[in-house]
Structure formats: structure tokens, C-alpha cells
């Protein structure tokens, strides 16, 4: 791959801050040419950049099988949208409102985190966003229900621009905020005690990291961020309904930090992007959105598991993306029971030791630390 | 009214009890969940339907052809969406099975979508309810329950008694050391998908004429098979058939007593609750604490 046109170009052309720079400048210029639906598809674009990058401190860098997301998400959203129809609030206050009980929300399910890990993490939280889907569509008295409610569009009164166009530079602004603190939070003592969970909770609760305190963090900081973006959809759609954060809505946002990199902040952003625009672009046939969207989770997980950041990271010379780590692949607590050596020597098949298989794997010496 | 609740209980609670089944079986085998087990479980219903209902054939050879076909469905997600992950992280494993479940989901309602979303298949026997006391039993409750039993039967005996069953017990109890004795794993995994998927085929045979077929039905029913195999353990059949009748009864006591809206919930409360205080089930034997 090296005859690629890019790795010819000088690195600080191609670097991953300069592509950043670009993307940014295309999303500020994108209001003076987008027709209305061109600035929604920004926009929903926008939020699911939020989402992923909070999502990807959970799943990625602190490796917690989590399957929450899509309900914290809602949960922001009808935060915001019930305060502002019940209480008469405005959306500057109703958005923070949201964005709290989600994250409030998601330092609760640290609790169960620390108690659970992996499939039986999934399964708790799986029933979690069940529980909370449940409530949006039977507690009538307050979340009206199946039918969702409107929610009334968020105004920029005093500024000189139509609501959305202000919304969309709103989200803009909120979702460079996001993106440029989680790409600090993970080169800090935080990310890194995050990435040390992942890799092994046994050797990171024994050089001092307190499992309780982290892990809550984690589920604290994507809880707030899905709760900034249930606030902003809220005001995108001016209309809250439950089939908004189902367990299709969750897959998506798993889907999309995989296909950009498990385990990288410009992997969210390029996941984010390129899922949206694929289900956008076969918005109304259903069945293809979802063969689409199963093939590329998949196809990704297997081909490319650590993800087109990590494609770009080892062929585009200037990328250097800091503290980027292979969240799929390597030896872990879970790994799959039994890693077999690729190429098995036939003369050794069919009965005796296959090579390999007893040298220790660090799961292996964990294990034995343990007993 | 108590009676009636408790027969629809067991009723749905065999059903999930199968599901249960089909996920420990993989669970124990290797070491894994398949979340395309629910769209399993659906393809095993749509192609009874198709059998049955689209090309007339006898309802036994239907039913036997529809569930070799789950088979082999199950054999494809474990070369699809396992085998070239084995070795890697849990997590990788999970967003594969998930992917192919969104893959068979969007290609049923390709093919048996649009027809009315919801389609019915016939039952084995004429459904001429039998009226015993206060009680109103539909024949295909006794048909499910029964064959359930028949099915939990069989695989006791296949566990114990075949060499094939015993290989695979081997593997789950430790996989190097089958590996080391000259049983070839994977194909104990291959088999397990496999075995996994015909098991949610018959349960989707056995469930179709009480409930009806719909492309969207498969999730619910492998969370809920799931919960119901957690609540056993994850590690035993005997639990998991346990779980899944708990999961059945609440269920339906839920819906009976408290209002029927809780019939969708009261399964994921009751599972988020055992969770919390017994990280691995019920039934799952003391703690491994893995802090």
C-alpha cells in the first residue's frame, strides 16, 4: 500500500490535524451553500459525533461492553423536552437539565460495572435500555406515551439567524468542544487509567487505580455526552418519541465507533460520519439500511478490527494519532477461550501440542496470579 | 385466574427455556453469546412458514427440513462471525454476531416482508381448546410444553450417551485439555452454533401458531432468553430450563397481578436485580470475583 497516492505527500499535508482543520473549515462553510436537508443531515451528523466520542471513553478506551447509550441518549432528550413543556423552561435550561439526569443516569450503571464484567455487563445494561425504553412508552402521565410529544423549536431571538441555523452552530460548537476534550481526557491520568481497566482490571486496580472512581467516570462522561445529544436531537427533531432510542439507534452507535476505531477519538469522528451518510443515503428502504449497516459492523470487526483510524494511522504518514491502542485484538480477560495458532503444521495435527499453545499468554499468568 | 396465569407462564416459559438452552450450549462450548440467536430463531420460523404454508409440504418434513435449515444457518454465523475471531476479545465477537443479526434481519424482510407483518403458521393439531374445570387449555400450549420436554429429554441423553455429546462436554469444561486428547475444538464450536440455531427453530415452530411470525420478533426473544440463561448461570442446561420457566412465570404473573404492560419488563427488572446481587446467576455456583 505503499504506492498510495497519499504516503507521497509531505505529513504535515496529510496529518491527522491538518484533515481535522479541513473537516471543521467544510462543516463551518456548510450553512452558506446547504439547502434545509443537507444542514439536518449536517446536523444529525454533529450529534452522533457527540454521541461516539462519548461512547468510544466508555466502550474503546475503558472497554466496558455497555449497551446503554441509546438510552441515556434518550434520556437527555426527554429531560430537555419534558422540562420545557412541563415547566415552561427555555432551552437553555432545560438542555443542562437533560444533559444531567443522563449522566446522572449513567454513573448509577458504574454500580452495576463494578460488580459485572463483560457479557454479564452487556446483559445488565441491555436490560437497563429495555427498562428505560419501557418507561418512555407506558408512563403516559408524564413521557405521553408511544406517540412521542413536540417540543417547541429552541430560538436564538436576539442573534440574527434563523433557529436552524443557530442550532447547527450550536451543535458545531458543542460537538468541537466534545471532540477536543475527550482527545485530551484520553492522553491524561484519566484516559490512561481508562485504557489500563480495559487491558486487565486485576493489574490496573493493583498499581492504585480505583475501579469504583473510574469506571463511574467513564459511564459518568458518556452518560453527559449522550445527554448533550438527546438535548440537541430533541431540538433538531421538535419532537421527542420513544422509537428514537431503541436498541437500533444503540447498535448504530457501536457500529459506528467500530467502523472508525475502537479506541480513538478521530476514529469516532470518522465512523460517525461515514455510517451516517451510508444509512442517509438509503433512508426509506429498511431492509437495505439494515443488510448495510450488518455487513460493514461486520465486515469491519473482521477485516479491519481495529478500524479505518487505525488503517489511516499505519499507511498516512502524518497521522501519529497519540495513545491509539488495539481495543479488539490482543490477549485480555475475556478473551475468546482458546486462541489457536493460525497455521497448525499438519504432521502436528489431529492430537499432539500445537505450537505455541504453551507459552504463557498474559490472560494465562493473570489467571495465575490470581489463584 | 391464578391457574390460567401460571399454564401461559409455563407455556412461554418453555419457549424461553429452549432459547436459554440454544445460548448455554454455545456459552459452555465456547465461551461466547451469539446475538444473532433471536434472528436464528426468526429465520427457523419463516422457513417453517415457507415450507408449510408457501409450498404445501407434509407439516413433519416442513418442520424437519425448517429446522436443518437453522442448522445450517448456525453453522454459517460460527464460519461468518466466530471462527475468524477466535482468540480475540468477547466484545469482537458480540458486534460480529450483532452485525450478522442486522444482515438476516434485513434479508427476511426482503423476503417474507411485505406480505402483512405479521404472518400465521397452521398448528400441528386442529386448535379445538380443551375446557377442564375454570381452565381453557389450547392444544398447542400441551404441544409445546410436550415438546419441550421431549427436546430437554434428548439432549440429556445426547450429553450423556453419545460419544459426539461427551466430546462436547470435554470442551466445555477445558478446552486445551480436549484440545490436548485429540478433540478437534472448533468443530465442537461449529457444532455448537449449529445446534444452537435448530434448537431456536424448534422453538420457533413449536411458538409460531400461538403467537404469529414477524421479521422484527427476534431480539426480545434472545434478550429474553438470554436473561433467562443468566438467571441459571450461563453454565447449566438444567438452569437455564429453570431460568426460562422463571422468566415465563414472572412474566406472566406480572402481566396477570400488577398490569399487562408489564409482561414486556418485568423479565429485565427481575434480571437487573438478580445481576446486581449475584454477578453470575442464580444458579451459577459462588462468585469468580474478578475485581
Not at chain 1, 45 to 60: A, E, H
Not at chain 1, 111 to 136: C, D, E, K, M, N
Not at chain 2, 42 to 51: C, D, I, P, S, V
Request: glycine share 12%; proline share 5%; hydrophobic share 60%.
Amino acid at each position: 500500500m505503499s504506492s498510495l497516492a497519499l504516503a507521497n505527500l509531505p505529513a504535515w499535508l496529510v496529518g491527522r490535524r491538518t484533515l481535522g482543520c479541513a473537516a471543521l473549515a467544510a462543516m463551518i462553510v456548510l450553512p452558506f451553500f446547504a439547502n434545509p436537508y443537507w444542514l439536518f443531515v449536517g446536523n444529525t451528523l454533529l450529534i452522533y459525533v457527540i454521541l461516539t466520542t462519548g461512547l468510544n471513553l466508555l466502550v474503546g478506551f475503558a472497554g466496558q461492553l455497555a449497551f446503554a447509550n441509546a438510552a441515556m441518549f434518550g434520556i437527555g432528550a426527554y429531560g430537555t423536552g419534558l422540562t420545557q413543556v412541563d415547566f415552561g423552561f427555555p432551552f437553555w435550561l432545560a438542555a443542562p437539565c437533560g444533559m444531567f439526569l443522563a449522566a446522572g443516569f449513567g454513573t448509577v450503571l458504574a454500580f452495576p460495572a463494578l460488580r459485572l464484567s463483560g457479557l454479564y455487563l452487556g446483559l445488565a445494561t441491555l436490560a437497563f435500555a429495555q427498562i428505560a425504553q419501557w418507561v418512555f412508552m407506558h408512563w403516559e402521565a408524564v413521557t405521553f406515551g408511544a406517540g412521542g410529544f413536540k417540543v417547541p423549536p429552541v430560538s436564538f431571538a436576539p442573534l440574527p439567524v434563523s433557529n436552524e441555523i443557530g442550532l447547527y452552530c450550536l451543535t458545531l460548537l458543542i460537538a468541537v468542544v466534545v471532540v477536543l476534550l475527550a482527545a485530551n481526557i484520553v492522553r491524561s491520568r484519566l484516559g490512561r487509567a481508562f485504557v489500563a481497566i480495559r487491558d486487565g482490571a486485576v493489574a490496573a486496580e493493583s498499581i492504585g487505580i480505583d475501579l469504583l472512581r473510574y469506571k463511574a467516570l467513564a459511564f459518568g462522561l458518556s452518560g453527559l455526552t449522550a445527554g448533550i445529544a438527546g438535548a440537541l436531537y430533541s431540538g433538531l427533531l421538535n419532537f421527542v418519541a420513544p422509537e428514537s432510542f431503541d436498541l437500533f439507534q444503540m447498535m448504530l452507535q457501536k457500529a459506528m465507533i467500530v467502523v472508525g476505531g475502537l479506541g480513538s477519538i478521530a476514529g469516532s469522528v470518522i465512523g460517525a460520519t461515514l455510517l451516517t451518510l451510508v444509512l442517509e443515503a438509503l433512508r426509506g428502504v429498511k431492509s437495505w439500511q439494515e443488510i448495510a449497516f450488518g455487513a460493514l459492523l461486520l465486515g469491519f470487526v473482521i477485516l479491519i478490527p481495529n478500524g479505518l483510524a487505525d488503517f489511516l494511522r499505519r499507511r498516512v504518514p502524518g497521522w501519529r494519532e497519540p495513545l491509539i491502542h488495539p481495543a479488539l485484538s490482543g490477549d485480555a480477560d475475556d478473551a475468546i477461550a482458546e486462541p489457536v495458532p493460525a497455521p497448525i503444521p499438519a504432521a502436528l495435527q489431529g492430537g499432539t501440542l500445537a505450537p505455541g499453545s504453551l507459552a504463557p499468554t498474559s490472560a494465562a499468568l493473570e489467571g495465575a496470579a490470581r489463584q | 385466574m391464578l391457574a390460567y396465569l401460571i399454564l401461559s407462564g409455563i407455556t412461554t416459559g418453555a419457549l424461553y427455556a429452549l432459547i436459554a438452552l440454544g445460548i448455554t450450549i454455545l456459552f459452555k462450548a465456547a465461551g461466547t453469546v451469539n446475538f444473532a440467536h433471536g434472528e436464528l430463531f426468526m429465520m427457523g420460523g419463516f422457513l417453517a412458514y415457507t415450507f408449510v404454508t408457501l409450498l404445501g409440504l407434509p407439516y413433519l418434513l416442513a418442520l424437519a427440513l425448517a429446522i436443518a435449515g437453522a442448522f445450517v444457518f448456525g453453522i454459517i454465523t460460527d464460519r461468518i462471525a466466530f471462527r475468524p475471531l477466535i482468540g480475540s476479545r468477547a466484545l469482537g465477537v458480540v458486534l460480529a454476531t450483532v452485525g450478522f443479526a442486522f444482515i438476516l434481519r434485513g434479508t427476511a424482510r426482503i423476503l417474507w416482508g411485505g406480505k402483512g407483518d405479521y404472518l400465521s403458521l397452521p398448528p400441528l393439531f386442529a386448535p379445538d381448546p380443551i375446557i377442564w374445570g375454570p381452565l381453557i387449555i389450547l392444544p398447542q400450549q400441551l404441544v409445546v410444553i410436550g415438546g419441550t420436554a421431549i427436546v430437554l429429554a434428548l439432549f440429556a441423553a445426547f450429553f450423556r450417551l453419545t460419544r459426539l455429546g461427551k466430546m462436547m462436554q470435554a470442551t466445555a469444561d477445558n478446552a486445551k485439555a480436549a484440545r490436548l486428547v485429540g478433540i478437534r475444538i472448533e468443530h465442537i464450536y461449529t457444532l455448537a452454533f449449529g445446534i444452537g440455531a435448530a434448537v431456536a427453530a424448534i422453538s420457533a415452530v413449536l411458538m409460531a401458531p400461538l403467537t404469529l411470525l414477524y421479521t422484527d420478533m427476534g431480539f426480545a426473544l434472545f434478550v429474553k432468553g438470554f436473561a433467562a440463561a443468566a438467571l441459571g448461570g450461563l453454565k447449566s442446561l438444567p438452569g437455564a430450563v429453570i431460568g426460562g420457566l422463571l422468566v415465563g412465570l414472572i412474566e406472566s404473573l406480572a402481566a396477570g397481578y400488577i398490569a399487562s404492560s408489564f409482561l414486556d419488563i418485568s423479565a429485565f427488572v427481575v434480571i437487573m436485580v438478580v445481576l446486581i446481587f449475584c454477578p453470575s446467576g442464580l444458579l451459577g455456583g459462588p462468585a469468580a470475583r474478578r475485581v
